[in-house]
C-alpha cells in the first residue's frame, strides 16, 4: 500500500473547525492555535491538522496531544502501525524553553507507542543547513528517538520550503521519521511551487511505501520511563526543589558554625 503525506501550511480557525464538512470523502484531526477564552490580540500562533483518506482500509484514532502546536493521528493496518504527529514548533528567535517543552511533548506520545513506526510533519522552524540552537536541539533529538530527517535522503527534490518576499529562501517545513521508514520505504519527497500560492511556505509531499512485510512491528519489550512531559512531575520537581532548599539552608548553618568551632590558623 503506498500512502502521500504532505504538509499544507495556513490552515484558518473556521477551516479546522469544519475540517470533516469541507474535505468529502476525508477524515481529519486538528486542534486550534486561538484561544476563545480570550479577546485575540496580535498574530496567533499553533494550529495544525492531520486528513487522510476514509476508503483507505485501516483503523485510526486520534492522539491528545495537550498542545496546540501538536496534532496527532495513529493508524493500523494488518501489517503495519504507523503513528503521524503534524507540528508547528516556534521559531528561532522565541524561547528554547518552548520548543524543548514541544520536543518532549513529542517524545512522551512516542515513548507510548514504541511499537508504531513514527512520521512528524510540519514547520519545525528549523533549517538544517543553519547553525543554531534549535538546529542543535532537533537534532539531539533525533539521534537519540533513532528518527531521520528527510532533509537527508537521497530522494528528496525539496530545495526549499519557505520564502521572504522572494529574496531569503530556507527550509523549514521537513518529514522526520522512523530510520526503517527512511531506510526502505521512502518513494517520492517534493515541494510544490505554485505561483498562484499567497502563503511564503509551499507544500512538502512525501510517498511512502508500506506495502511490504519488512514495516512490520514486532512486539518490544517495554522499558519504564519517567514521563517528564507530565503534569504529575512538575509538582514532584516542586516538592523535590523545596525539600533540598530546606537541607541547604539547615546545611549551611551547620557547616558555617563547625567551620567556625574548629578552625585553626595556621
Known amino acids: 500500500m503506498g500512502v502521500i503525506f504532505s504538509v499544507i501550511r495556513r490552515i484558518g480557525y473556521i477551516q479546522l473547525l469544519e475540517l470533516s464538512c469541507t474535505y468529502d470523502g476525508f477524515v481529519s484531526a486538528a486542534v486550534s492555535g486561538f484561544d476563545n477564552t480570550e479577546v485575540l490580540g496580535g498574530r496567533p500562533y499553533g494550529g495544525c491538522a ?43 528567535g522565541s524561547s528554547s524553553e518552548e520548543f524543548c517543552e514541544q520536543l518532549a511533548c513529542i517524545e512522551g506520545i512516542i515513548s507510548e507507542r514504541q511499537d508504531y513506526h ?37 530522494r528528496n527534490k525539496i530545495d526549499y520550503t519557505y520564502n521572504f518576499a522572494m529574496k531569503r529562501f530556507n527550509s523549514f517545513d521537513h518529514f522526520i521519521m522512523s530510520s526503517v521508514l527512511f ?4 518513494g517520492d519527497l517534493r515541494v510544490q511551487h505554485d505561483a498562484d500560492n499567497l502563503s511564503d ?26 514521563a517528564w512531559h507530565s503534569p504529575i512531575y512538575d509538582e514532584l520537581c516542586r516538592c ?16 558555617i558554625w563547625h567551620a567556625i568551632y574548629c578552625a585553626r590558623v595556621q
Not at 139 to 147: G, S
Open 118 to 154: 513514527i512520521v512528524l510533519c510540519g514547520d519545525f522552524s528549523v533549517d538544517f543547513c543553519r547553525n543554531c540552537m534549535h538546529t542543535d536541539m532537533l537534532k539531539e533529538f533525533c539521534t537519540k528517538l533513532d528518527l531521520c530527517a528527510s532533509a537527508r535522503h537521497s
Open 50 to 92: 492531520v486528513l487522510w483518506r476514509a476508503s483507505i482500509n485501516m483503523h485510526s484514532v486520534m492522539v491528545n496531544t495537550h498542545s496546540t502546536r501538536l496534532c496527532a493521528a495513529r493508524f493500523e493496518s494488518a501489517l503495519w502501525k504507523l503513528l503521524v504527529v503534524s507540528v508547528y514548533l516556534p521559531c528561532d
Open 183 to 186: 531506510d526502505s520505504a521512502v
Open 240 to 255: 523535590f526543589l523545596n525539600f533540598i532548599t530546606t537541607c541547604n539552608s539547615k546545611l549551611i548553618r551547620f557547616v
Open 201 to 226: 511556505h509551499d507544500p512538502i509531499f512525501i510517498g511512502l511505501s508500506l506495502s511490504s512485510n519488512i514495516h512490520a512491528m514486532s512486539d518490544k519489550i517495554h522499558h519504564a520511563k519517567v
